[in-house]
Structures are given as C-alpha cells and as structure tokens.
C-alpha cells in the first residue's frame, strides 16, 4: 500500500452559513490541492467534508496519515466516540442523534477501505499545510460569496 498524507481543514462564515473545505494530498513528493464549497452549512460539517473529499480523492486503497485541526473529527476516533454512537443507535451521551450522521457514515465507510492514522495538528499555527487548507476553505467561500 502506497502512504499518503492528507491534511484538511474546513471554514464557515457565519455559523451556520456559507461554509468551504480544503485538503492537501500529498505522495512521492507531489502535491495536489482541492477545496469545495457549500451554501448553507456548519464548520464541524466542513470539517468532515474535507476528509471526506481527501479520502474520496484516492483512486484505491492506501495507507493514510490525515491531519487535521478538527478536535470534533480526530476525538470521534481517539476517545471512541464512533464506535459508542455505533453501539448506541446513532445516540450521543445525551441521548440525542448524533450530529452530521450523513457525514460520519461516509468517514466510517472511507475508513474501512483506507488504513488511515488520524493526527490532530494545532489549528492556525506554523504547520503550513494546516494554514494552506485554512486558506483553501476560506477562498472557495468568497468565491461563491
């Protein structure tokens, strides 16, 4: 399996409101850039649409470090918030349906293909592939805005 890294980052103006996502795949030293946008959203669902589409970008099975600034994103798998939700009906601890399940089964279904480590980066720092995804959510808004 070929190692790819992934970083995402997603952005919202207004919450919710016109909101972008950007990743960054990165493989044999090339880089390719690609962001989106969606017209009526929240900034924890940019976020998981941004590792989404940077998983969906891979053509076949890879191993997989994605980076993000998402403690929403990268807590779903490091605190087991998945698999609680699973084992719980799509229930939070409040017993309420979980937030952007749409979202989450997608990331769930991309995950099982992918062998993929989730790595949580400080948000707005010196990483600049952070700060390059940052600049790719928020440009694809104004564009569309």
């Not at 909101?19 to 690609?34: D, M, N, P």
């Not at 084992?87 to 017993?95: A, D, E, T």
């Not at 948000?123 to 805005?145: E, P, S």
């Amino acid at each position: 399996m070929k190692l790819v890294e992934i970083y995402t980052d997603g952005a919202c103006s207004g919450n919710p409101g016109p909101g972008g996502w950007g990743a960054i795949l990165i493989h044999g030293g090339k880089e390719r850039e690609i962001s989106g946008f969606e017209l009526n959203t929240t900034n924890q669902r940019m976020e998981l649409r941004a590792a989404i589409e940077g998983l969906g970008a891979l053509k076949y099975a890879c191993m997989v470090k994605l980076y993000s600034d998402s403690a929403y994103l990268i807590n779903a798998f490091h605190q087991n918030w998945l698999k609680k939700w699973l084992s719980n009906g799509w229930q939070n601890s409040q017993k309420k349906p979980v937030e952007n399940r749409d979202l989450w089964e997608e990331i769930l279904r991309l995950n099982q293909i992918h062998q993929v480590e989730w790595i949580k980066v400080p948000g707005h720092r010196d990483n600049q592939y952070n700060n390059r995804c940052d600049l790719l959510a928020r440009t694809a808004i104004k564009k569309h805005v």
